[in-house]
């Protein structure tokens, strides 16, 4: 019943954008924290990006601070990720997560390569 599905991955030049969207089914996203993580290859997973039932309050890491943007559009149920000025480290495959709950999505890759 409870789904995260992930889109919008690709293959991107260094410096271009790329805007992720994560639909949830099964529950009231309105509710819910949201995070988005990623996980590049041969390494772990990390989180990128957090937003509040408040969409005002977001919180990003030192790596991605300036260049990723969290939001959300409750009445469609979904979570996006706005990736700018995207650089070779951020090669990895892109996971959505409802806050402090083991519901993630599938997630889809994304790969910034000249």
């Known amino acids: 019943q409870v789904e995260l599905v992930e889109s919008g991955g690709g293959l991107v030049q260094p410096g271009g954008s790329l805007r992720l969207a994560c639909k949830a089914s099964?529950?009231?996203?309105?509710?819910?924290?949201m995070r988005w993580h990623r996980q590049p290859p041969g390494k772990e997973r990390e989180w990128v990006a957090h937003?509040?039932?408040?969409?005002?309050?977001?919180v990003y890491p030192d790596s991605v601070k300036g260049r990723f943007t969290i939001s959300r559009d409750d009445r469609k149920n979904t979570v996006y990720l706005q990736m700018d000025n995207l650089e070779p480290g951020d090669t990895a495959v892109y996971s959505c997560?409802?806050?402090?709950?083991?519901?993630w999505g599938q997630g889809t890759q994304v790969t910034v390569s000249s």
């Open positions: 937003i509040g039932p408040d969409r005002t309050y977001t």
């Open positions: 997560n409802r806050y402090g709950s083991s519901i």
């Open positions: 099964g529950f009231d996203l309105k509710f819910y924290s």
